[in-house]
């Protein structure tokens, strides 16, 4: 895509606030003087945000602080004015009741510093999961130029000779426990295996993808998503980033130039690539309807059904980010989509450059990390939506998490209405369960947790664990660490809080799983069914107030991002009237 920078010199947003001698801007500049700022700072030049999501409570972006500071080298190299500033940080490692109930909340914190403060472009300082969506989504809703950095995976994770995936290894030996394979004690040595360095997620979960996503969307410069984050070259990009934001102002470069729906796509194809997180659904979908472009879970399908998964990382294969880096990266993965004929070589990205150009020349140095066509983990890798009368908007799977042998099944469904109920029940040697059932959770979705928590994995039965099967279909409304793995059906949709078939579901009840043809169907008549529903009443109480009543009235479902109604679409940088 062609785009036409404007010319430069010109008057900016921040000129509102720093520009003239009015006795408002006297007051607006004296006051940024007292962190003793030279005069000739306020000269017209860039001011450029550094949106940053640092803090304590974050562990996976606990580092952002040294990052920024290399991003200020940056903007001040290409000659504009830093200015950093804190958002709302949702750490998925802490917060509950789930760190996706506040991301919404997170977005809106960004737009609204980023509108009401003088600020001519921004640099997101992301990791964790929900923060890369979140600051995009706010970006996108004010549309001036932004440009995201990204605080990078922690290294590799060992542990008696084995790598251990942070998440992913949480997962199998908390199971490995259940199946008595593996001692308590044991379990806890590994503990300090599973996080040894700063920054988010190892294994290509949620963080990961994000990270890719950003860049596959091309709001990130090249390279980005992989660099491990105590690595010298995240270092580096941090302030290479802060330089390309001064140009993007000069330039005029915005999100709604770089996200069209050509970029969408981009990325839909390269989460097939990397074996990426369901999660990636959801949020593409939300930073979708923030800029104004009409994506749905049907092109998630349609774009991704064909796209092989080559990146043989876990928890789809068995190498970790580190590894992935040093085969090359994300622009390996994008090289090869454009020469298969998968990407849009001339979508346009915040280097200026097109996709294709900052990516022909790149090498792949480990074709066991990256693997040809021919080699891959899984033929159609992509996001598959299977829909039918049990999810009729739709409910999404990862074939590349999955077992081959469940993506056929017809099973007995084995039903818990809420996740204390599966708690309570799951460890029952008594319960009429094996691993021929379909374990089916009701109640988890954007409005029943409250937030849509990542419980959808649910943990197996020991009495079906100690048979040495490590899989069954498991389905609800909720969502799962991108970390994890398994043939699990999520995001359905109606969820049951909101009287989606799910909610009607019966211990006994048949269900077959049809991933091929990408059905998901309740095996009872129709009648049935709406004479279940008529019958139905919501077990979920509307909260009192707070935040967590505005996320009960005005989430929407997952198959079209559970953004708040009121949040979708832009509402511009027009500058705030001023007070003084």
Request: proline share 6%; charged share 25%.
């Amino acid at each position: 895509m062609a785009f036409t920078p404007k010319p430069w010199p010109r008057k900016l947003r921040s000129h509102e606030w720093y520009g003239g001698d009015s006795r408002d801007n006297i007051y607006h500049r004296s006051w940024m003087k007292n962190q003793g700022l030279p005069a000739d700072l306020f000269d017209g030049r860039p001011v450029i945000g550094i949106c940053n999501t640092w803090s304590e409570l974050t562990p996976c972006n606990a580092h952002l602080r040294d990052l920024a500071e290399r991003v200020k080298h940056g903007i001040y190299e290409a000659g504009g004015l830093p200015v950093e500033f804190p958002v709302f940080s949702n750490g998925e490692s802490s917060l509950r009741p789930t760190a996706m109930m506040y991301r919404n909340l997170a977005a809106m914190d960004v737009e609204e510093a980023l509108r009401a403060n003088p600020v001519d472009g921004v640099v997101l300082m992301v990791g964790c999961d929900k923060t890369t969506p979140a600051l995009l989504m706010g970006a996108c809703s004010v549309d001036i130029p932004a440009i995201v950095v990204s605080g990078g995976p922690m290294l590799n994770g060992w542990f008696r000779g084995e790598r251990v995936g942070s998440g992913t290894h949480l997962w199998k030996m908390s199971e490995a426990v259940k199946a008595g394979e593996m001692t308590r004690a044991d379990f806890l040595e590994a503990e300090a295996a599973m996080s040894r360095s700063p920054g988010s997620c190892n294994t290509m979960g949620t963080a990961s993808t994000m990270a890719s996503m950003a860049e596959a969307l091309g709001m990130a410069l090249s390279g980005n998503a992989a660099i491990p984050a105590v690595d010298s070259r995240r270092r580096m990009m941090a302030q290479l980033t802060g330089r390309r934001a001064v140009q993007m102002v000069k330039d005029d470069l915005k999100p709604s130039d770089v996200l069209t729906r050509d970029a969408f796509e981009n990325a839909i194809r390269t989460n097939g690539a990397i074996g990426g997180s369901t999660n990636a659904v959801i949020h593409l979908l939300a930073i979708a309807g923030r800029i104004g472009v009409d994506l749905t879970l049907d092109d998630w399908d349609r774009l991704g059904r064909d796209v092989p998964t080559i990146v043989n990382l876990m928890p789809s294969g068995e190498y970790l980010m580190e590894e992935f880096f040093y085969a090359g990266g994300l622009p390996v993965v994008i090289k090869r989509l454009g020469e298969a004929g998968m990407l849009h070589r001339d979508a346009l990205t915040v280097s200026g450059e097109t996709a294709w150009e900052q990516v022909k020349d790149v090498k792949n140095w480990n074709e066991d990390v990256i693997r040809p066509v021919e080699r891959a983990l899984t033929a159609q890798g992509g996001i598959a939506v299977v829909k039918g009368n049990l999810a009729p908007n739709g409910a999404v799977l990862k074939p590349s998490a999955a077992s081959p042998h469940l993506m056929r099944h017809r099973g007995r469904a084995v039903v818990f209405e809420d996740i204390d109920d599966y708690k309570a029940k799951i460890g029952d040697e008594t319960l009429d369960i094996d691993e021929t059932c379909i374990m089916v959770l009701k109640n988890c979705g954007p409005k029943g947790y409250p937030g849509m928590a990542e419980v959808g994995n649910m943990g197996l039965p020991p009495k079906v664990l100690r048979k040495g099967i490590t899989d069954m279909i498991r389905i609800s409304d909720a969502r799962m660490s991108g970390t994890a793995y398994g043939t699990v059906v999520l995001h359905a949709t109606p969820e049951a809080a909101q009287g989606g078939p799910l909610a009607i579901v019966q211990n006994g009840d048949m269900i077959e799983l049809d991933v091929p043809n990408r059905r998901l169907h309740l095996d009872l008549p129709d009648a049935e069914i709406e004479q279940r529903l008529a019958a139905w009443s919501s077990p979920i109480e509307t909260p009192k107030g707070g935040y967590a009543r505005l996320f009960h009235e005005h989430v929407q479902g997952a198959d079209t991002g559970a953004d708040f109604d009121f949040l979708i679409g832009g509402r511009g940088k027009e500058v705030p009237r001023d007070s003084h």
